[in-house]
């Protein structure tokens, strides 16, 4: 398996495995990676429902964009 799997794409899973969360590769880094931009365009991961269960996952995982705990009291 090693022989197929390009080295951005070990790269990429290095990162994504790294075990402390403080060094852990963030989204937009995820996005702008080398093997994330060679991406064929035509190569679909997820369908639409689950590309809107991840956004909304996110957006409530992410305190900025969405507050968890409702309106300040």
Do not use: C
């Not at 390009?6 to 880094?29: F, G």
């Not at 957006?59 to 009291?73: H, I, V």
Request: charged fraction near 30%; charge should be negative; aromatic fraction near 14%.
């Amino acid at each position: 398996m090693e022989e197929s799997v390009s080295e951005s794409a070990w790269d990429l899973i290095k990162w994504l495995l790294n075990r402390d969360p403080n060094d852990r590769i963030k989204i937009p880094e995820i996005l702008t990676h080398p093997w994330m931009l060679n991406i064929d365009e035509e190569l679909k991961f997820f369908n639409e429902q689950e590309i809107e269960q991840i956004w909304k996952e996110f957006l409530y995982s992410n305190k900025t964009w969405f507050n968890r705990n409702g309106p300040a009291q």
